[in-house]
């Protein structure tokens, strides 16, 4: 059973459009992420949501909207798409144990979105 | 957040030890350490987690000196198939400052 799944793998698009990646997770996590992995393979968070809510939003163009209908779902639209766009987006999610002042967490990636825009 | 300092890359031969040197001197005192390793083309793959002293799995050891401003991962006998880049990353997770994904490390081993 795949733990942390996206959907599509692979998105080939043109400037302008506006197009969604689909994540779920079957693990009972009730933390989820989205990455964005560029040319230069620098790994960078987005968003984070925690049961439903978002938590964390980096500083992302306002075009990219997350979207967690449960706690095993985050979705990420995007809204007239540019070229700069064109990265590795992944998905990923976290249960985090010990105590509010000590917390571990292990996050689980999905395979990843590779989103090109032409 | 606590910076984190790694080599851009390594090579080892097959059936070597391989020690990749974290440093991350501004460690707050409950920041744990963890490693991640990723393959080409896919996400990225938690290998081990620890907040002191030293920690063993079944994929790698991680050694953490008493002051805690540098770790390191140390992974037994490398094979081809270890070759993958290797972040360390130092955080709390309490809150909800995210981790930051340093360039990590590139380990290519060579048969």
């Known amino acids: 059973d795949t733990a942390v799944s996206q959907t599509p793998k692979y998105l080939v698009t043109q400037m302008g459009n506006d197009k969604s990646i689909k994540c779920e997770q079957n693990?009972?996590?009730?933390?989820m992420y989205w990455y964005k992995q560029d040319s230069k393979k620098f790994l960078k968070i987005m968003f984070s949501y925690n049961n439903k809510e978002l938590i964390i939003n980096e500083t992302v163009p306002n075009r990219f909207s997350p979207k967690s209908p449960d706690k095993a779902h985050l979705n990420l639209h995007i809204n007239s798409l540019e070229l700069g766009d064109s990265a590795v987006y992944f998905c990923a999610s976290s249960q985090r144990t010990g105590t509010p002042s000590r917390t571990q967490e292990t996050q689980y990636f999905g395979p990843g979105t590779r989103l090109l825009v032409l | 957040l606590a910076k984190t300092t790694q080599p851009i890359s390594m090579d080892s031969y097959e059936g070597q030890e391989v020690n990749i040197t974290c440093s991350h001197n501004n460690i707050a005192t409950n920041d744990y350490i963890t490693w991640y390793q990723q393959f080409p083309s896919q996400g990225p793959r938690f290998i081990i987690q620890g907040y002191k002293t030293k920690v063993t799995n079944e994929v790698a050891s991680l050694f953490i000196p008493a002051d805690r401003k540098s770790s390191t991962l140390s992974l037994p006998r490398v094979s081809l198939s270890d070759t993958a880049v290797y972040y360390c990353l130092v955080g709390s997770y309490s809150g909800n400052t995210p981790l930051v994904f340093g360039k990590g490390t590139r380990l290519s081993v060579i048969a």
């Open positions: 693990l009972g996590h009730d933390t």
